[in-house]
């Protein structure tokens, strides 16, 4: 498989605005639940947990159906992409991804700290290598690579 293809190119970046679109539903998912359906204010660490992880699953499923319809439009792909086994495997490369995020990030503000223009890159950085790992492990495992 030659991800170096020009058609590769044009799918991961399709790949990369749905993902920013399924982001920018997790962040208001995420606002919505923490503070207006949960009201929480200051120090309200379970309802931040639970804020979290609403919008995690709602960006999540929406990246799935986006990037069935929009990204992986091969015939091949769409046969494979629209199963219940392909939607678990889809969660299981996401999960890794967020670790790898959570990961990567406590590792590196041990370098930049936890504030400042070195963190801002440190964040950058470390999304980018989550979205090729998302892209690469979802196209090899769920469309296997067509």
């Known amino acids: 498989m030659n991800f170096l293809k020009k058609e590769n190119f044009w ?58 319809i929009f990204v992986f439009r091969k015939s091949e792909q769409q046969k494979k992409g629209k199963t219940f086994k392909a939607f678990v495997i889809y969660v299981i490369v996401g999960v890794i991804g967020y670790g790898l995020t959570v990961g990567l990030t406590l590792l590196g503000t041990l370098v930049t700290g936890e504030s400042g223009f070195l963190y801002l890159v440190l964040t950058c950085f470390v999304k980018c290598v989550v979205l090729v790992w998302n892209y690469i492990g979802r196209k090899i495992l769920v469309y296997r690579g067509q």
């Open 11 to 68: 799918e991961f970046l399709r790949y990369a605005v749905v993902g920013g679109i399924a982001a920018l539903i997790d962040m208001g998912v995420n606002y919505a639940m923490l503070y207006i359906i949960l009201g929480a204010t200051g120090e309200d660490s379970w309802q931040v947990a639970v804020s979290v992880t609403a919008g995690f699953i709602v960006g999540l499923t929406v990246n799935f159906i986006l990037s069935n």
